[in-house]
């Protein structure tokens, strides 16, 4: 291997630690849909009792990436009757292209469902074209 595949390994490497959460513990992939329609691309991510505070959605070089955290918070006084996750992690990467138009792209958590709907360029949109 020569110094500048070692280099990129540990470039890689190092972004990846940054990127991911920095408490111990597995990190899982999320279950997710996602549909196109003629005007955007449908994501549906399932984030079970994670709070909007604890969601991450970010698009950088064409790469959708999703980070969430739920944490259990239980009251000082309560007595654990069994050991239980503290927290639990998703991370979700999806190839999202160029044809996606990041400026337009909106999201929303509900019931534990993340829906993101991601726009495509007005050039990338299927036309009709008229025969003359």
Known sequence: M???NELQKQT???????????????VHRPRYTSR????????????PGV??????ALVENEV?????VRRLETPETWRSLGRYETERRWRLRLDVGPEVDEARI???????VLSL??????EVKPRTVEIH
């Not at 890689?12 to 990127?19: C, F, G, H, L, M």
């Not at 709070?51 to 991450?56: G, I």
């Not at 959708?64 to 969430?68: C, K, P």
């Open 2 to 4: 020569n110094a500048s």
């Open 12 to 26: 890689e490497s190092r972004a990846a630690a940054e990127a991911a959460p920095q408490s111990p513990g597995p």
């Open 36 to 47: 196109y329609d003629e005007e955007a691309w449908l994501v549906s991510v399932e984030l």
């Open 51 to 56: 709070r909007k505070e604890d969601v991450r």
């Open 64 to 68: 959708l990436e999703i980070v969430a």
């Open 106 to 112: 909106s999201a929303s958590l509900e019931d534990g």
């Open 117 to 122: 709907r991601l726009p495509l360029r007005e």
